[in-house]
Structures are given as C-alpha cells and as structure tokens.
C-alpha cells in the first residue's frame, strides 16, 4: 500500500502562486497515474491535472496555463499553481493509481483570497 502526503498549501491572495507538493512512500513509475484532484466546500472532488509518470500530463480546462505538474524525483510531484483565482480554493488531493487501486493523500488546503 502506498502512502501519499501532500503539503504546501496555504492563504494566497488572488493572482498569487503556491507550490504544493506530493511525496510518496514508493517510486511515482510504480503506478500508471498520479493525479492531482481538489474539493471545495460542498463540492465534489475534481480532477485538476492528471500525470503519466515518465510520460504526459494533462490539465482540466479550469487550470490550464496556470497549473503545472513536475517530478522532483521518483518519491516527490509538485503541483505549481501561478495566477490563482479563487474559485481555486480547495482541498487538494494527490492519488497514485495502479489499475483499479487509487491511493490517496490527505489534502492540503488552499485558500485565494480575493
């Protein structure tokens, strides 16, 4: 079983950047995703950016030229969010998935304010 641990969330005003982070307990090329989600207060969770270790990433409309995924090493994502708006606002999530098993994090929050 993997263990994920985000980090690095905070308060940021609008048009500000955070960098959060993933680390996992095993190598990121284990798994066929890891993929970044959020969940705002009432809300669903949603995928924001979606990674093939070693391969692509992809990104929601919503964060697209704003967000950008990076490996800092085979433990280590970082999930960097320029211009944030506040609808961006959320708990951010990482999960690794392998086939049908998902792995999730705990969140980070993050918090734009306007």
């Known amino acids: 079983q993997a263990q994920l641990g985000e980090s690095g969330g905070g308060l940021v005003q609008a048009g500000g950047s955070l960098r959060i982070s993933c680390a996992v307990s095993?190598?990121?090329?284990?798994?066929?995703?890891v993929d970044w989600y959020r969940q705002a207060s009432g809300k669903e969770r949603e995928l924001v950016a979606g990674v093939r270790p070693g391969g692509t990433r992809s990104y929601d409309d919503f964060v697209k030229d704003r967000f950008t995924c990076s490996t800092e090493n085979a433990n280590k994502m970082f999930l960097q969010m320029d211009n944030l708006k506040p609808e961006d606002s959320g708990v951010y999530y990482c999960?690794?998935?392998?086939?049908?098993?998902?792995?999730w994090g705990q969140g980070t929050q993050v918090t734009v304010s306007s």
């Open positions: 999960k690794a998935v392998l086939l049908s098993r998902s792995c």
């Open positions: 095993e190598s990121v090329f284990n798994f066929n995703r």
